[in-house]
């Protein structure tokens, strides 16, 4: 990261950098961001560089560029936490009061104002839009994400990960890690609409092994599906349908469909690569 | 065999039953059991029209629900419960640059303790070096006072939480949505010492996004404090505020943060209060508008 790191501007607008750049590590991370750091740790993440500006008033903004490892770990923390809407910065973006959060190339960041956001929102668009370009090239998305039907498709709801952490935030499915996520299973999660109307969510999990993923369906109709429900499908009590299938080393699990054939539908639409 | 909390649970409102009655509504008791006194006490005037903290007010506050919470009528004679001249305190805050503990609150505090005749130099007010704070590792009384919030991993940050920095090592009590948080209040330096839980609702925060987790657009002006001498149950009314507030600006679906268990094994394992809503007796003092809960 060192190598843009002196391009980064001092000045944005009349906000000052302030104190020390700072750049923590896997080990260091937590000095920074409390238990929040587990959500990153959940990715590659390599380093992160933190930078503070002040404007004559002392409030605050903070800088934060997270090195993810690869282009696809940076999609992913961005995706994880959407949902304001885009500004245009980096490769994609969003923007909502006090808080900037884009990815370019292998990095994800964010700009905080702590405190009146509206009076630093000039100064975070700014510094995002100088920040952007030191970051080299755009990146690649999650091949994972080609298996997702797009018929329907959110776009902006779709999130890849890694962990159950990951996924609980994301969409709360149970207290327990019941799915078998680590750092070693990909997972996408995507919303579905049709006709303006919600059409059920979709998450796709690929294992490093089809035994694994075997385990983890068997384990996932056990401990969440009702006991008489059919194999790998059952209608919720908010009345919309679960179904489950496992194939190879991956498991995709419909939630929320409106009909047992909504969900067999977008069941069937996955695609699922050749081998 | 029963996994924890599922959404399932969630859509078919059984979460009070996953979660043990932490997160339940109270029922009749046939045994009459003492029960946890909480204090939750509310004024319009705490935060003025700037969301700046109204120290007078705030002083108020505290004292009423300290008189409350020890059937006093003095607020000098109920921290005389707490303290004695004698003690060495340690006021137990929290730092965190983005909600940290309002320094009215922790100036209330230390005001009551220096009536109740505790000495100056025997007082301390820390966070991060607790564990190497002079006052706090000769102390023999704690105050616990924090902000209530959400957290990535542990569903809430409440009072319980609000002693990690007590360990030596804080990421030990990440896994598993940091369960062993109640092991805490068994640490030498802890155990048996803390006189008073003060959860900070004056603005609390009922979801997070970002890398701090904190977005200022999910911090309210609740005005309030919760205060109770039985930490779980403090932040078992915390967590009914949360949900309570989850539900109505996030749905159903959201309405209990991922995953608070913690709470519940404090009471259930690490047997440091109660959890049981059948065992709390909340009381409520002052502004009732909004009051959710």
């Known amino acids: 990261m060192t190598d843009f790191r002196e391009s980064i501007p001092k000045k944005i607008l009349d906000w000052q950098a302030t104190g020390k750049d700072m750049v923590y590590d896997r080990k260091t991370l937590f000095d920074y961001m409390d238990g929040g750091a587990e959500v990153y740790l959940a990715f590659d993440f390599k380093e992160a560089f933190v930078r503070k500006y002040q404007d004559p008033a002392k409030e605050e903004i903070a800088l934060d560029i997270y090195d993810m490892g690869s282009p696809e770990e940076a999609f992913g923390i961005f995706s994880c936490d959407r949902q304001d809407p885009g500004v245009g910065i980096g490769q994609e973006s969003e923007y909502g009061p006090g808080l900037l959060r884009f990815h370019q190339g292998r990095y994800f960041v964010s700009i905080t104002a702590a405190g009146d956001e509206k009076k630093a929102e000039k100064a975070i668009l700014e510094l995002g839009k100088a920040v952007a370009p030191l970051l080299g090239p755009p990146g690649a998305r999650p091949a994972l994400l080609g298996c997702l039907p797009e018929t329907g498709l959110k776009k902006d709801r779709t999130s890849y990960f890694h962990s159950a952490v990951n996924l609980n935030n994301r969409f709360y499915l149970a207290g327990d890690n019941i799915l078998n996520l680590d750092a070693r299973t990909d997972c996408v999660f995507a919303e579905y609409e049709a006709g303006g109307a919600e059409a059920g969510n979709l998450l796709i999990i690929r294992y490093p092994d089809e035994n694994r993923a075997q385990a983890a369906y068997r384990f996932f109709n056990k401990a969440y599906l009702p006991p008489n429900a059919a194999a790998g499908a059952a209608q919720a009590e908010d009345r919309t349908w679960t179904v489950a299938r496992v194939r190879t080393n991956f498991v995709a699990i419909v939630f929320k469909a409106p009909m047992k054939d909504d969900a067999e539908r977008l069941h069937s639409a996955v695609r699922y690569p050749r081998k | ?293």
């Open chain 2, 1 to 293: 065999m029963k996994y924890t909390l599922t959404r399932r649970d969630l859509l078919r409102g059984a979460a009070a039953a996953v979660l043990g009655t932490a997160v339940g509504f109270p029922q009749e008791s046939t045994a009459p059991a003492k029960k946890s006194r909480v204090i939750l006490i509310r004024h319009k005037d705490a935060l003025d029209e700037n969301s700046q903290f109204n120290e007078k007010v705030i002083q108020q506050m505290l004292d009423e629900a300290v008189m409350k919470l020890l059937d006093q009528s003095d607020p000098v004679a109920a921290f005389r419960r707490l303290v004695k001249p004698e003690d060495v305190v340690g006021i137990k805050s929290n730092v965190w640059s983005y909600l940290p503990t309002p320094p009215e609150v922790e100036k209330a505090v230390k005001r009551r303790l220096l009536d109740a005749g505790v000495k100056e130099e025997s007082i301390a007010i820390d966070d991060h070096t607790v564990r190497t704070n002079p006052i706090f590792v000769k102390s023999t009384a704690l105050f616990n006072v924090r902000p209530l919030r959400t957290h990535y991993l542990a569903g809430m940050s409440g009072c319980i939480k609000n002693y990690i920095m007590f360990d030596v090592s804080q990421p030990d009590h990440h896994p598993d949505s940091c369960a062993s948080l109640g092991s805490l209040f068994h640490l030498s330096q802890v155990k048996g010492k803390t006189r008073l839980n003060i959860l900070c609702v004056l603005t609390p925060q009922y979801y997070g996004r970002g890398p701090h987790n904190f977005s200022r657009r999910y911090v309210w002006n609740y005005k309030g404090l919760i205060v109770g001498q039985d930490v779980v149950a403090v932040d078992t009314i915390g967590l009914r505020l949360l949900m309570a507030k989850r539900r109505i600006e996030l749905g159903p679906a959201q309405e209990i943060p991922p995953v608070p268990k913690h709470i519940q094994l404090a009471d259930t394992k690490y047997e440091i209060g109660t959890s049981d809503l059948n065992k709390i007796e909340l009381i409520k003092l002052g502004w009732p508008d909004e009051i959710l809960i």
